[in-house]
């Protein structure tokens, strides 16, 4: 929540409980105007660095890490669920349906593969800039996604 006064204005990712950018741009804009104090509950989101994303990636169960035409990707049972081309963003393995998702809840942090691989549900993760438990939430979507049925999928 920002505060103003005495009044409350709720965050529009309030009801996901947890923030994001645009918010928290919105939020620095208005300190900085001496507008807002902060509710205690708002964070500043931490960077999410490639070291970070690939031991996120490697501690999912039975995550190896491999090559495909000379991109860094992360498998489970050999399927990839995660690949790292460069320092930009990462592409996760999401169903067409979770592509939607993750795009109307953090535009600003995905994108549809272009061309046939995004229609299909591969989705480009901005993963630097956004939040690390969003990002965490769509690496175990991705890993889920790629997994038997049969295996444990870890729980968000």
């Known amino acids: 929540m920002h505060m103003r006064g005495h009044r409350a204005i709720p965050c529009v990712w309030e009801q996901f409980n947890k923030p994001s950018l645009r ?46 035409f000379g991109t860094r990707d992360f498998r489970v049972r050999g399927k990839i669920f995660m690949t790292l081309r460069g320092p930009d963003f990462c592409v996760v393995k999401l169903t067409p349906d979770q592509q939607q998702m993750a795009s109307t809840i953090m535009p600003e942090h995905v994108a549809a593969v272009p061309g046939g691989w995004g229609l299909k549900g591969w989705t480009r993760l901005f993963h630097r800039d956004a939040g690390n438990e969003e990002v965490k939430r769509l690496m175990r979507q991705a890993w889920r996604n790629a997994a038997p049925k049969s295996m444990t999928v870890p729980e968000d």
């Open 23 to 68: 918010c928290l741009d919105h939020l620095v804009a208005g300190l900085a105007g001496g507008i807002y104090r902060v509710a205690a509950r708002h964070a500043i989101i931490a960077t999410m660095t490639d070291e970070d994303l690939i031991s996120l990636a490697l501690g999912l169960p039975e995550a190896t890490e491999s090559s495909h």
